[in-house]
Structures are given as structure tokens and as C-alpha cells.
């Protein structure tokens, strides 16, 4: 039993089941604190993950031997061609139900406070420099 409480899928589960009840539950103050936490926390990882990548990979793919390019080239097509697969299948999945769903809803945001960290390089730069 020990087992499945310190499981990743009962953690989880048991966030998706706090997000619910906070949902329908908590004040519109406590909306407001975890916006901005989502919001800083976004704009640290948007802003640290290039970093990550530069110092973890780069030296990799510079111990590479003389013939592992093409290979290299033939993983950033595949991987490419799968980012441009899963965005337009999102987006058109997403445009299919959605609009259908939220036609006649009134959609309503909350203000919220937001910093903005620009990423040190942008995606296709920080690929490009690889």
C-alpha cells in the first residue's frame, strides 16, 4: 500500500483532485496568488531551460565522432517534423471542439500581476547554436 501513496500517478491524481476542489471552492484572492506564482515560475524555467541546454548538451555533441552528424541532422528533422505534427494536430483539434463548446460562453479573465523574463535565446537560436 506503501507503494502506490508514494507512486508519481497517485501524486498526480491526488493534484488533479486539489485543482478541482480549488476550482470550485477557494476565494478569488487565492486565484490572483497562484496566477502570479504560475506566471514567475513560467518565466524562470522559459529562462533557465536554454541555459540547461547549452551547458548539458553541447559538450555531448561535441564528443560526437566525425560521421555522428548525419545522425545529429536526422534527429533535429524528426524532431521538427513531430513539434510541427503535435501543434497542428493540437491546434485543429482545439479549433474543431472548442469553438463549438465556448460559441455562446462569455469568457471572462482575471487580472493578474505578471512579470516578464525574456528567455536568454530563443528556440531557434539556442538550436542553431547547437
Known amino acids: 500500500m506503501e507503494k502506490i501513496f508514494n507512486s508519481l500517478l497517485f501524486k498526480v491524481f491526488c493534484g488533479i483532485a486539489l485543482g478541482?476542489?480549488?476550482g470550485n471552492y477557494a476565494p478569488d484572492w487565492l486565484y490572483r496568488i497562484l496566477i502570479t506564482f504560475k506566471s514567475l515560475f513560467a518565466n524562470f524555467l522559459n529562462f533557465s531551460i536554454p541555459l540547461?541546454?547549452?551547458?548539458l548538451i553541447m559538450p555531448s555533441i561535441g564528443d560526437l565522432e566525425k560521421?555522428?552528424?548525419k545522425l545529429l541532422a536526422?534527429?533535429?528533422v524528426i524532431a521538427y517534423g513531430f513539434t510541427l505534427f503535435s501543434g497542428f494536430s493540437t491546434y485543429f483539434v482545439g479549433d474543431s471542439f472548442f469553438s463549438s463548446l465556448l460559441e455562446n460562453e462569455q469568457i471572462g479573465t482575471l487580472e493578474d500581476h505578471s512579470r516578464s523574463l525574456p528567455p536568454i535565446l530563443q528556440s531557434i537560436c539556442r538550436l542553431s547554436l547547437m
Open 20 to 22: 478541482i476542489l480549488l
Open 52 to 55: 540547461i541546454m547549452i551547458g
Open 67 to 69: 560521421n555522428a552528424g
Open 74 to 76: 536526422i534527429t533535429v
